[in-house]
């Protein structure tokens, strides 16, 4: 049959590259030379991001727009990390909380759980915070310091 026989490399190609599919990504090259770190081992993780656990507290500045009335900053707030999950009280009087997770360089991004357009996004470091908190169109610089 003349339709078999285009059907058969066309098979054969196929199952190539299912084979191909089930390899690791090569690993990472660095300064010309093959890293030292196997894809399986970074694939894996080495767990959350203790680096930056602690508790940390400050103040939050309103960034001024005259287009629109924001609600004032609360007079202070308190984030706490641990085992590499963030969490920010934002409104101390409702006990208002954002959470999230903190990457190795210290990067987050911590939003409401029931507002998706509430949220903190920063870098944490080994004595500071620093960030812009977003609620709506009202925007605040972050400022925290650990203890």
């Given at each position: 049959?003349?339709?078999?026989?285009?059907?058969?490399?066309?098979?054969?190609?196929?199952?190539?590259?299912?084979?191909?599919?089930?390899?690791?990504?090569?690993?990472?090259?660095?300064?010309?030379?093959?890293?030292?770190?196997?894809?399986?081992?970074?694939?894996?993780?080495?767990?959350?991001?203790?680096?930056?656990?602690?508790?940390?507290?400050?103040?939050?500045?309103?960034?001024?727009?005259?287009?629109?009335?924001?609600?004032?900053?609360?007079?202070?707030?308190?984030?706490?990390?641990?085992q590499g999950r963030a969490s920010l009280v934002i409104n101390p009087v409702t006990r208002q909380?954002?959470?999230?997770?903190?990457?190795?360089?210290?990067?987050?991004?911590?939003?409401?759980?029931?507002?998706?357009?509430?949220?903190?996004?920063?870098?944490?470091?080994?004595?500071?915070?620093?960030?812009?908190?977003?609620?709506?169109?009202?925007?605040?610089?972050?400022?925290?310091?650990?203890?």
């Amino acid at each position: 049959m003349p339709g078999r026989s285009l059907l058969a490399p066309l098979a054969a190609g196929l199952l190539a590259l299912g084979a191909c599919a089930d390899e690791p990504p090569a690993p990472p090259i660095s300064g010309g030379r093959i890293s030292g770190t196997s894809a399986t081992t970074a694939r894996a993780g080495t767990g959350p991001v203790t680096t930056f656990d602690g508790t940390y507290q400050g103040t939050a500045t309103l960034n001024p727009d005259r287009s629109r009335r924001c609600p004032d900053p609360p007079p202070s707030l308190e984030a706490t990390v641990r085992q590499g999950r963030a969490s920010l009280v934002i409104n101390p009087v409702t006990r208002q909380t954002l959470s999230g997770t903190v990457g190795a360089d210290g990067d987050v991004r911590m939003v409401d759980v029931v507002d998706r357009n509430v949220m903190t996004t920063g870098i944490f470091n080994a004595i500071s915070f620093t960030g812009r908190h977003q609620a709506g169109v009202c925007t605040y610089a972050i400022s925290l310091r650990k203890l």
